[in-house]
Every structure is written in structure tokens, then in C-alpha cells.
């Protein structure tokens, strides 16, 4: 396991913008990583994903407004958010599946390591 730490998160306005980062403590070049988030009450949801040489994967509620890369080189995830909606709004996790990386999945079971989370929360 490695320890992440989110970072990013903030409050904006409908149709608003944010881009989360995610650092990792050790070396992640080979691992799939991913973003989910998560609303009081509900299941954590998986929102995008990235495989160890960069293909992506995006649930249908971001598709074609956010984008997830990652910077090996410096151990870090990102998370690029446009068109921000109101359903947007949740606690934020990065995640790092420090096993076998194929296509990177959206199932928070497949991920052994988890961030604290960075609130996102926008506005109508």
C-alpha cells in the first residue's frame, strides 16, 4: 500500500472548473489509479480511471468533462473537472490498486489504497 494525499478541492459555480491532485508516498508508475467520490448516504463511486501507461476510463456521469492523467515521474494523479454541475458536489478520493494493472476498473473493491478525500462542492 501507498499513502496518498488528495489535494485541490473547493467550492465554485455551476459550470466551474477545479483540477484535483493526488501525490503519492512511493513509486506508482505500475499501479492503475482512480477517482471516486462519494455523497453522505450513498455508495463511493467510481468516476475515472487510469492504467499504468495511461488508458483511461470515465463513468457515463463525467464522460466528455472530466479528464484523469497521471505523471509518473512525479508519483501524482490528476483530475481535470469541467462543466462542474451542483451533482458534482462530493468528497473526493483518490485510490491506487496496487495489483496486477489491465484496464483500469471503477469498482472501489479493486483498490487497496485510499486518500482522505478533497471536498468538491459546487453551486447552482
Known amino acids: 500500500q501507498v499513502k496518498l494525499v488528495e489535494s485541490g478541492g473547493g467550492s465554485v459555480q455551476t459550470g466551474g472548473s477545479l483540477r484535483l491532485s493526488c501525490a503519492a508516498s512511493?513509486?506508482?508508475?505500475?499501479?492503475?489509479m482512480g477517482w471516486f467520490r462519494q455523497t453522505p448516504g450513498k455508495e463511493r463511486e467510481g468516476i475515472a480511471g487510469?492504467?499504468?501507461?495511461?488508458?483511461?476510463a470515465f463513468a457515463d456521469s463525467v464522460r466528455g468533462r472530466f479528464t484523469i492523467s497521471r505523471d509518473n515521474a512525479e508519483n501524482t494523479l490528476y483530475l481535470e473537472m469541467n462543466s462542474l454541475k451542483p451533482e458534482d458536489t462530493a468528497m473526493y478520493y483518490c485510490a491506487a490498486d496496487g495489483g496486477y494493472c489491465g484496464f483500469p476498473s471503477l469498482v472501489a473493491y479493486d483498490y487497496n489504497s485510499w486518500g482522505q478525500g478533497t471536498q468538491v462542492t459546487v453551486s447552482p
Open positions: 512511493g513509486t506508482v508508475k505500475k499501479y492503475c
Open positions: 487510469i492504467g499504468n501507461v495511461g488508458l483511461p
